[in-house]
T-cell receptor, first 115, second 112 residues
């Protein structure tokens, strides 16, 4: 039973390029969350998605960042025109979305470095 | 040993000691709390959770205590092992919300 999968694990982009981060949730999970983590800091919520719907994107920067979770395939976090400040670890988590169940299962993360 | 707060302090203990990691949460409306363990280069891993209608919950070698009066959460690890070395985060969910708010974490270092 595979856990949450993220790829790539490491991604290097030059300033101005696009970064695409992928997340495949655990089997049977329909809820996906994206977080960003800077060194020695906790995780900051970015966006919460269900299949084909963005439920809460209150933590997502208004410009350059977008996320989707299509009916088929992984969830994608897309960062356009990356800047050095986007360098961080990006974690995806999934949950079954059951009522009163808040436990989330995290992937190994994608470490983005912008040069 | 004991550690306090959300500043990413470091707690060093000897193998076999008991460890206590503390967390002060901010939102009195939070009704669900989780402790996560994050090893270097990995994603957070669920350890134990507790709902606000409880003040104590035990797992294997871990105990979580919740004091709602002072909005304080602690994680106790019994007979700490080198494999317990990691950063530990508390997270709180406000009532009905699926989105947790994470603290900054505490780094636990276990010396053999």
């Amino acid at each position: 039973n595979a856990g949450v999968m993220q790829n790539p694990r490491h991604l290097v982009r030059r300033r101005g390029q696009e970064a695409r981060l992928r997340c495949s949730p655990m089997k049977g999970h329909s809820h996906v969350y994206w977080y960003r983590q800077l060194p020695e800091e906790g995780l900051k919520f970015m966006v919460y998605l269900q299949k084909e719907n963005i439920i809460d994107e209150s933590g997502m920067p208004k410009e350059r960042f977008s996320a989707e979770f299509p009916k088929e395939g992984p969830s994608i976090l897309r960062i356009q025109q990356v800047v050095r400040g986007d360098s961080a670890a990006y974690f995806c988590a999934s949950s079954p979305g059951l009522a009163e169940s808040y436990e989330q299962y995290f992937g190994p993360g994608t470490r983005l470095t912008v040069t | 040993g004991e550690s306090v707060g959300l500043h990413l302090p470091t707690l060093s203990v000897q193998e076999g000691d008991n460890s206590i990691i503390n967390c002060a949460y901010s939102n009195s409306a939070s009704d669900y709390f989780i402790w996560y363990k994050q090893e270097s280069g990995k994603g957070p891993q669920f350890i134990i959770d507790i709902r606000s209608n409880m003040d104590k919950r035990q797992g294997q070698r871990v105990t979580v205590l919740l004091n709602k009066t002072v909005k304080h959460l602690s994680l106790q690890i019994a007979a700490t092992q080198p494999g317990d070395s990691a950063v530990y985060f508390c997270a709180e969910n406000r009532g009905g919300s699926y989105i947790p708010t994470f603290g900054r974490g505490t780094s636990l270092i276990v010396h053999p």
